[in-house]
């Protein structure tokens, strides 16, 4: 069983940056496709970023492509989603979420285990 913990959620201006880590424990981290997941109030879980299991490949939502990047660090166990020129409509939960694969996936459902989520709030 794999633990997911997200962190580096926060307030920030539109325009502005964060960066969100996601921390794994468990099984093994470097064997698996992993994504980011947002849920903003009142909407449903979406897609943003997928990652496949070394990194060589990576997809992303097209509200955010040019302006998130997903990366990950196999050493270190962590996912992380970079995001630069932040809008007010990126304000929702963030998620990161691993899937029992090598590759990659845009479907929620192909993902079993979920962190816990972290806040991200773009204020005008």
């Known amino acids: 069983q794999v633990q997911l913990v997200e962190s580096g959620g926060g307030l920030v201006q539109a325009g502005g940056s964060l960066r969100l880590s996601c921390a794994a424990s468990?099984?093994?981290?470097?064997?698996?496709?992993m994504g980011w997941f947002r849920q903003a109030p009142g909407k449903e879980r979406e897609f943003v970023a997928t990652i496949n299991w070394n990194g060589g490949n990576t997809y992303y939502a097209g509200s955010v492509k040019g302006r998130f990047t997903i990366s990950r660090d196999n050493a270190k166990r962590t996912l992380y989603l970079q995001m630069n020129n932040l809008k007010l409509e990126d304000t929702a939960v963030y998620y990161c979420a691993t899937r029992a694969a090598y590759s990659e996936s845009t479907d929620l459902a192909d993902y079993p285990t979920w962190g816990q989520g972290t806040q991200v709030t773009v204020s005008s």
């Open positions: 468990g099984r093994t981290f470097s064997s698996y496709a």
